[in-house]
């Protein structure tokens, strides 16, 4: 009789734990949906938080331009709306090609060397086998532009600015933009503070990739340079809409 009951106590027990974990993996998936819901959110604000922002430092180039050469105030003008017709057709992807996302940048740069003339030298050196590696939108231009306002805007004789874009390992990448000047933490605090900017692009980093992506920026001979480490995943590489899967 001790034995039926040892039995039926011991299967009581397995039923119920099973019952447990079940529950336990339901509440699981139930918390893993809730904060991937919760990351995209912040995502879709981060974004929003970037495109006034950039939009804003573009208009003041332009706007220097008026008055003084309405020429190139109307060249401008057109640079600046292919960077908005970009940027609009980027805003709802999570990830775009490197190529596109350089073409914004290179109009940036070149409504910027308008403004800044001979103060500004910008060059790339890009991997053509990276062309078509899917990045998270306005990233590289978005350190470009944070390298012009924190760098070489405060340079009464200018500097340069390089991009880069190399393949640094079988599964990782880099991107790279260098920038003449000095790197000083006491300014980064106060521009993380904004909620834009270098900390902008961290906390993306951080919902898109996880551990498996950094931003670095340090001093070296004269230059600041600002690193991002990307994973080379083929589920990034492919051409296609993120949010449509």
């Known amino acids: 009789m001790s034995n039926i009951i040892t039995f039926f106590l011991f299967w009581n027990i397995l039923y119920f734990a099973a019952i447990y974990l079940k529950n336990y993996e339901k509440e699981e998936v139930k918390n893993l949906r809730l904060t991937a819901s919760m990351n995209e959110v912040e995502l879709n604000n981060l974004r929003a ?9 573009a208009l003041n180039s332009i706007r ?9 105030a109307k060249k401008s003008i057109t640079q600046m709306s292919h960077i908005l017709r970009n940027t609009l057709s980027s805003g709802k992807r999570k990830f775009i090609p490197v190529d596109e996302e350089m073409k914004v940048v290179s109009d940036y740069l070149e409504l910027e060397k308008i ?13 053509p086998s990276l062309s078509g590696i899917m990045i998270p939108p306005l990233m590289i231009q978005t350190l470009v532009e944070n390298a012009i306002k924190h760098g070489i805007s ?52 951080q919902l898109l990739f996880g551990e498996k992506a950094n931003l670095e ?28 899967r």
């Open 49 to 57: 938080q970037m495109n006034p922002h950039f939009i804003f430092n």
């Open 217 to 244: 920026i340090f001093n070296r001979e004269g230059e600041v340079v600002c690193n991002v480490t990307l994973p080379l995943n083929q589920e990034y590489d492919k051409h296609e809409d993120v949010n449509s």
């Open 115 to 127: 403004r800044y003339e001979e103060r500004l030298n910008y060059e790339y050196n890009i991997d």
């Open 64 to 72: 220097a331009l008026v008055d003084e050469n309405p020429v190139l």
């Open 154 to 205: 405060h340079l009464p004789s200018g500097g340069r600015v390089k991009v880069e874009v190399v393949r640094i390992s079988s599964d990782k990448m880099r991107i790279g933009v260098i920038n003449t000047g000095e790197y000083k933490s006491d300014r980064s605090l106060r521009e993380e503070s904004s909620g834009i900017g270098l900390a902008n692009s961290r906390k993306r980093l």
